[in-house]
């Protein structure tokens, strides 16, 4: 067993990991080394949730009491658009503000033996670190010891075109809420929730176009952290002031970024080893940093143990058992991030109730939304027959070009050669590659002989579903998403969200 560990970063992660392995074994020396005063934090709540917390609560309480004692519960998510409020329930959520969850997290590391060391600056060397058996680089997104190990690590980073900015306001949030306005330079939208009895959670997120158009773009965000962008902060407190009864937003270093999702292929090298956003970050409307952070402590504490005097081996064990996890997640988290690139367009394509489906179905179906909150799945299918002459989805007719269809489900084998008037087009692998498919798709369109129809097959449920948008909601023409083992769910979560118009299996 590691007789000495240095933990750098003393975010929730790095606590927590300190707290388990101290607690586990009291004989190993373990010391966090913290850049910033115990006082100091940035941001303003971390939430969790309900159905992810069973591992953090077994490995130690201390999360559960302070949720507990301290935070924020709710079970509804609650969409606000075009003056209506639309809910759906069955999605468990707790918050708590980051500066009591740090203050929690220190007590409790402090009472099992772990020495804290704030306002410690430790260089990105390890070996400034040498007298360490082991070092824990839990130094956040920008981590300088990943960073210095690039080319053994091997970071990636992708960086999503939306912008976003954090803030808190005195306004307290019923639960998790979405609230979307158009302001004369484009549309804007909040992710809120309440983190305490007196504040929530304020995120903001927008377009790059609309940002620029808003003249927003003027904070100099290279400045260290520290100062917040109060130009923005008056733009969007007169935006949203009726959503918030008039409140104000508060600050903490907050500044317009673009979400980086960051993947690492390897997370350790000797021994050094990643933990939290150093190693992964997963983009914040799917869950929580943090979360993930606490995860990976609970596994590499237990690796250690379970490999206490083969070091090479419980890093290796680390790594295999949080990767499958972390890569999950980042996997769900990039459609909902795609989502938040797009939301402008679908603010202004969408009723409420299609909207509030659209994004509530963003990586899940018809059928486990209905078994969270039914009420919510009836309401979406009321609204579509009340559209559609009280037909239900399937079963709805439509009529393209001069061709009609009964029904929404389509045999792709009726739609081939050019007498039918539909473009086939096959979805990308990958999102970097749409480009050239929409520019085909818009000569297409365009042309002398624009067609009727678009079907989109392969790609990935993501491409396919961005390109089917791009002809229906950007070109205005019916689209048909054809994919392998498409079931009557799939095919009626696309079509109530308004991702298709048509819907059909793989042809042979």
């Not at 009291?26 to 966090?32: A, D, F, L």
């Not at 869950?287 to 690796?303: F, Q």
């Not at 019916?478 to 969200?497: H, K, Q, Y």
């Amino acid at each position: 067993m590691v007789s000495r560990i240095a933990c750098v970063g003393g975010g929730p992660g790095g606590l927590f990991f300190a707290t388990l392995i101290k607690q586990a074994d009291p004989s190993v020396e373990v010391t966090v080394f913290e850049r910033n005063r115990p006082e100091d934090t940035f941001g303003f709540g971390v939430v969790f949730s309900d159905a992810t917390l069973a591992a953090i609560h077994q490995a130690d309480p201390v999360l559960r009491t302070a949720l507990a004692e301290h935070g924020r519960h709710w079970d509804d998510i609650e969409v606000r658009l075009k003056g209506q409020r639309i809910r759906c329930g069955g999605n468990g959520m707790a918050a708590i503000t980051r500066r009591t969850l740090l203050h929690l997290l220190h007590r409790r590391a402090a009472e099992v033996g772990v020495e804290l060391r704030f306002s410690h600056e430790v260089p990105a060397d390890p070996e400034q670190l040498a007298d360490y058996d082991l070092i824990v680089a839990a130094d956040g997104a920008n981590s300088r010891f990943r960073d210095r190990l690039a080319d053994i690590l091997v970071p990636e980073v992708e960086v999503a075109t939306a912008k976003f900015i954090w803030f808190g306001t005195n306004y307290l949030f019923d639960g998790l809420t979405f609230v979307h306005e158009h302001a004369p330079h484009g549309t804007f939208a909040v992710h809120g929730y309440p983190i305490s009895d007196s504040v929530s959670t304020f995120i903001v997120e927008t377009d790059e176009e609309s940002w620029r158009r808003a003249g927003l773009d003027d904070f100099d965000t290279a400045q260290p952290p520290g100062p917040s962008d109060e130009k923005t902060r008056h733009y969007l407190e007169k935006l949203f002031a009726e959503q918030i009864d008039g409140h104000e937003l508060l600050v903490n270093n907050s500044r317009w970024g673009n979400f980086r999702t960051r993947r690492t292929h390897r997370w350790h090298s000797g021994n050094l080893v990643l933990l939290g956003d150093a190693a992964h970050t997963a983009h914040f409307s799917v869950g929580s940093g943090t979360k993930m952070a606490m995860e990976d402590a609970i596994a590499l504490a237990d690796s250690l143990l379970a490999h206490r005097d083969d070091l090479p081996s419980a890093l290796e064990a680390y790594e295999a058992a949080r990767r499958p996890s972390v890569e999950k997640i980042q996997a769900s988290a990039r459609p909902s991030l795609s989502w938040w690139e797009h939301f402008g367009r679908y603010h202004d394509a969408f009723r409420p109730t299609q909207f509030a489906f659209h994004f509530i179905s963003r990586s899940i179906g018809k059928e486990r939304i209905a078994r969270r909150d039914p009420e919510f799945v009836e309401r979406v299918v009321r609204d579509w027959r009340a559209t559609h002459g009280g037909r239900d989805p399937l079963d709805t007719p439509l009529r393209a070009g001069e061709r009609e269809f009964g029904g929404r489900w389509v045999s792709p084998e009726d739609l081939s050669g050019p007498e039918s008037g539909c473009l086939w087009l096959t979805a990308p692998d990958t999102e970097a590659q749409l480009t050239e498919i929409f520019e085909q798709l818009a000569r297409a369109v365009n042309g002398t002989t624009p067609p009727a129809l678009v079907a989109v097959q392969d790609g990935t449920p993501l491409t396919r579903s961005l390109l089917a948008e791009q002809a229906r909601l950007v070109h205005g023409v019916p689209a048909l998403i054809v994919e392998d083992g498409m079931d009557d769910d799939r095919a009626e979560t696309l079509l109530l969200s308004g991702r298709a118009d048509l819907v059909g299996r793989e042809r042979a």
